[in-house]
């Protein structure tokens, strides 16, 4: 199936059959787009090769994805989970960036060679 109007339709079908049992069950439709994609990808049951043209498109789809929780985020809504939004945020920052200077002091000579 290297077809790209047939891997479309696959696509396609499968979002719209997954935001329908996602409405039904009240979830948030974006979840059901995030689990068709990964359950039809090439690393569960390979119904979408993994092909430069399927890579293209799922760059349109995280775009779009990325456009949609834009969407649901308002700027009230956001204002009212500040302390939460930027604590967590904050807090995650510094733990990641904790663990990577972390990893890199720990790697030796490994990272002198990196900065070689």
Same mark, same amino acid.
């Given at each position: 199936?290297?077809d790209?109007?047939q891997t479309v339709?696959i696509?396609?079908?499968?979002?719209?059959?997954? %935001?329908v049992?996602?409405r039904?069950?009240? $979830?948030?439709?974006?979840l059901?787009? *995030?689990? +068709?994609?990964?359950i !039809?990808?090439p690393?569960?049951l390979?119904?979408?090769?993994?092909?430069?043209?399927?890579?293209?498109?799922?760059?349109?789809?995280? %775009?779009?994805l990325m456009?949609?929780?834009? $969407?649901?985020?308002s700027?009230?809504? *956001?204002? +009212?989970?500040?302390? !939460?939004?930027f604590?967590?945020?904050?807090?995650?920052?510094?733990?990641?960036?904790?663990?990577?200077?972390?990893?890199?002091?720990?790697?030796g000579?490994?990272?002198?060679?990196? $900065?070689?």
């Open positions: 199936m290297n790209p109007l339709l696509l396609l079908a499968i979002a719209v059959l997954a %935001v049992i996602f039904l069950l009240r $979830l948030p439709p974006m059901g787009y *995030l689990l +068709a994609g990964v !039809i990808g690393h569960a390979g119904w979408i090769p993994a092909t430069d043209e399927t890579h293209h498109l799922a760059g349109f789809g995280v %775009v779009f456009f949609s929780i834009g $969407l649901e985020f700027l009230p809504k *956001l204002i +009212a989970m500040k302390h !939460i939004v604590g967590f945020g904050t807090s995650r920052v510094i733990w990641v960036s904790c663990l990577s200077s972390g990893n890199f002091l720990g790697a000579d490994l990272g002198a060679g990196m $900065l070689d």
